[in-house]
T-cell receptor, first 112, second 121 residues
Framework: ELKVEQNPLFLSMQEGKNYTIYCNYSTTSDRLYWYRQDPGKSLESLFVLLSNGAVKQEGRLMASLDTKARLSTLHITAAVHDLSATYFCAVDKGGATNKLIFGTGTLLAVQP | GAVVSQHPSRVICKSGTSVKIECRSLDFQATTMFWYRQFPKKSLMLMATSNEGSKATYEQGVEKDKFLINHASLTLSTLTVTSAHPEDSSFYIC?????????????????FGPGTRLTVL
């Protein structure tokens, strides 16, 4: 059974600091997604990582995928308050249905 | 592009009643739709997968007689929570994908709706 774990579960950081959120998964997959969720809202797609070694960057966020280590990271550079949200990674189970298994989520609070 | 809508966005109902939630793909045709539920401060849990014109496939532990899913067209799926009880109160999110977009590299990607918050009194 595919399991997806994120750490940390909660991250409080100061503006201007850097930090990394980790997403580990238990079985082989070549597709991994990162989403942002604001309170009371649905998911906003951030990154789609489709192959080993994939790296994508958007603003202060950068995501990478290492399929051999079954690890993805979401790196935050010089955090700002607007990045405060819950971040989820999701791993594609593959096969015919391409089900997504979501990680536990990381609640990020950026303090001024 | 790839916009998914849900209706209603919020619903409050009495215990024992049934509630229907609609999920529509607005600018693409959804060969597959997924239904998730999310409890407060928790992650998303997949409830079922539905393909257009076929019966839904439910995840282990999800009661198919309680959560009725219909995917009658390529742009609409419905989730009906039958005989709702307070423990069914949750945030329900649908997503959709079009497998035919695989040639453009987007056939596997799911596009999420805005969610429906269900409160059962």
């Amino acid at each position: 059974e595919l399991k997806v774990e994120q750490n940390p579960l909660f991250l409080s950081m100061q503006e201007g600091k850097n930090y990394t959120i980790y997403c580990n998964y238990s079985t082989t997959s070549d597709r991994l997604y990162w989403y942002r969720q604001d309170p009371g809202k649905s998911l906003e797609s951030l990154f789609v990582l489709l192959s080993n070694g994939a790296v994508k960057q958007e603003g202060r966020l950068m995501a990478s995928l290492d399929t051999k280590a079954r690890l993805s990271t979401l790196h935050i550079t010089a955090a700002v308050h607007d990045l405060s949200a819950t971040y989820f990674c999701a791993v594609d189970k593959g096969g015919a249905t391409n089900k997504l298994i979501f990680g536990t989520g990381t609640l990020l609070a950026v303090q001024p | 592009g790839a916009v998914v809508s849900q209706h209603p966005s919020r619903v409050i109902c009495k215990s024992g009643t049934s509630v229907k939630i609609e999920c529509r793909s607005l600018d693409f045709q959804a060969t597959t739709m997924f239904w998730y539920r999310q409890f407060p401060k928790k992650s998303l849990m997949l409830m079922a997968t539905s393909n257009e014109g076929s019966k839904a496939t439910y995840e282990q532990g999800v009661e198919k007689d309680k959560f009725l899913i219909n995917h009658a067209s390529l742009t609409l799926s419905t989730l009906t929570v039958t005989s709702a009880h307070p423990e069914d109160s949750s945030f329900y999110i649908c997503s959709a994908r079009d497998w035919r977009l695989r040639l453009a590299g987007k056939g596997h990607e799911q596009f999420f709706g805005p969610g429906t918050r269900l409160t059962v009194l």
